[in-house]
């Protein structure tokens, strides 16, 4: 039996994500984070799926979690679900289990606190080494100094993972309360509620440092290709809602005495962004595939094709149905515009268009 | 690529197997020439000497329902088999027999028909030819004007067909004809014709390299008996439709295409033409084969397309026809005034003179337009999208 059928648990999630955006489609219009629906999204084990059992999750792929994001776009508008999971829930299931980890992993799953990673150079790709504080030892004590221009959802986040090397130029992450931090608001084109993150002369306590079996490096470079991941398949859920309601659209809007969707330029045009779409959905699914079968860091050539797609050809697609839409779809009355909004924050986000072009150039014949 | 991960053990083996015979039966000669060939049409005499090789294991009528004489191979098992052909530079296979008319007999045929026509064309005796296109019913294929009036039991053909893929070798033709004089496709029906029969004669078409790939085929009086009719008068639009949805559907490219990248950016690297913008394009074409083998894998085989299932066969037919001619085009792009004159590969009479690559350059436009247009392609996906989400 070929592996392409998509497994029971994947049609499960994919059914079960559907039906609650259709239950909320009346509310995805809310400006804000709503901690309500966090705590929704959480409930139905969908932060816990790629997690390891052994850390209250539920052992599936990691190529599931791109599943969960791809149907969850259309209604999500708000909802930190890619970054939440792979910046946050999946480094601390992946840290050995200590009092201050386990507890915060717990509070987490259940959607009532979220994490920040707290990295450097958001410029330099997501994968490389990005370590934003500095910690130098006085007595007993490691004080850290240093600042993560850019933390995903900082705002929100109870706690946050700070990057840190130490004097011998190790890593190692650190979490600390957000409150022992010096936080500014950095609010996202998207909405999102981001943050500047200080700190001089923080002491850190010993138990705050995370370890990790497979090494720090290792796993903070698996959670950006884990984002990376999510964020393809976030943008094809977007595209496929944006050229969704171009058809509509088309089908509604009357001029020259008849609706726009009579016109064979414009039915070629959603024909071509059909094409785009598909040959998107397609490279997610090998990007899936190849997760599933070789992990997150070996697969990263096409996870960096799928995100590099998403980023050049969506942006053509988002275009057009902006294009199509007319200038209605450049307001936020639609969802339209602000799923353009989110798209373009995608594009962004989890290595840039340029950075997964670049890394699929240099490994695609490796 | 293919995507291994995605088979199961059954299919892993199968692959295996294919995979072996290739290693034993496909030798280094017939692959050269496959590589060197002037278009992306199967060469007539190679296709059928590798068609020789492949019915000792009943995998060129692999798909077949095994109670008609096929290897009833799954759609998994035969896509591995095509890919893997296409990927080790397999000559292809000329299609209009085994993969058009074999299949439609098979499903609008009457035992006799099936009887008269499965065996021979089975065994290698029969070779088909396919008669669709008018000199003016070329897109709008419903608007064929060629007439089959009824004489009794008998039929007499008068009319001619265009653009006839290998006709020069074909001994056998199948036709779309009217049988009704009024414009609808009621009055449409499919016939079945030897070329034998008095009154058919075959003019050939040259093209811009001067190659001989189509004919145009007249008709003068040509008369036939009843079995020559497929599926009864006025069902012949219903059995083209059947038939051209394998034409733009059921093959898969996606080895053939992949071989063909690798040789051109072998090509362009050993020649030195690789410089940042060539890099760029070549990682491009990589990522949108890669897409487009994954598409083909998913809609093509295992029906995965969702709401857009029903536009599978156009949106792969789009996709491969445009990713071959980009191909062609980079090659353009990276090349130098050698490429004017003849590479020394030995031409056949009336061939220009010039790389291989460079003819198929030429002969590949013609891959958006057969098997109805790419633009006639999109009319119907966009019907298929228009049925999906219109009403939303």
Known sequence: ???????????????????????????????????????????????????????????????????????????????????QLALGGWVLARARGGVARDALLETWLAGESLVALADGDPAAPPWTSRPAFW??????????????????????????LLVVADEREAKALYVLPAAALERVAREALDGRAHASIRCAGLAAPDDARLEFEAGTDAV????????????????????????????????????????LIEFQVLQHRLVDMTLTLTRLESLLEVARFKVDELGLLAASPWIAAAKAATGE?????????VQLHGAIGLTAELALGRQLRRLTALELLAGTTAQHEAHWRATRTA | MLIESALGDAERAFLAEVRAFLAAELDPALVAAEDAQRSFIADHERGNRWIDRLRRRRWHVGHWPAAHGGAGLTPMENYLLQYEQGLHGAPAAPPMGLAYVGPTVIRFGTEAQRAAVLPPLIAGEDHWCQGFSEPGAGSDLARVQTFAERRGERYVINGSKIWTTDAQHANKIFVLLRTRRD????????FLVDMATPGVTVRPLRMLTGDHEFNQVFFDDVEVGPEALLAGE?????????????????FVFGGRLRRRLARLEARLRAAGRVDAQVEHALARLDRDLLAYEMTELRLGTLAQGGALQNAAANLIKIDWTELLVRMDELGLASADPSALCADGAPLREGELGMPGWLASRFNNLAAPIYGGSNEVQRNLVFRTLRQAWGSA
């Open chain 1, 1 to 83: 039996m070929s592996r392409l059928h998509p497994s029971e648990e994947r049609a499960a999630l994919e059914e079960s994500v559907r039906r609650w955006c259709e239950d909320r489609a009346t509310v995805a219009a809310e400006p804000r984070f709503v901690a309500e629906r966090w705590r929704e999204i959480a409930g139905f084990g969908w932060l816990a799926a790629v997690l390891e059992e052994s850390a209250g999750g539920l052992g599936l792929s990691p190529s599931h979690a791109s599943v969960i994001a791809e149907a969850l776009a259309p209604a999500a508008s708000q909802e930190p679900f890619a970054a």
């Open chain 1, 135 to 160: 910690g130098r030892r006085v007595g007993g004590d490691l004080l850290l100094d240093g600042e993560a221009p850019l933390a995903l959802d900082g705002m929100l986040a109870s706690h946050c």
């Open chain 1, 220 to 259: 903070l470079a698996e959670a950006a290709w884990l984002h990376a991941l999510c964020a393809a398949a976030e943008s094809v859920g977007l595209l496929r809602a944006m050229l969704r309601a171009s058809v509509v659209y088309l089908g509604q809007r009357e001029q020259f005495g008849r609706a």
């Open chain 1, 313 to 321: 050809e969506g942006r053509a697609v988002a275009r057009a149905a």
């Open chain 2, 183 to 190: 414009d609808s496709r009621e009055a449409l029906s499919f």
């Open chain 2, 234 to 250: 006025g069902q012949g639009w219903a059995v083209a439709r059947f038939l051209l949805e394998i034409e733009r559907g059921s």
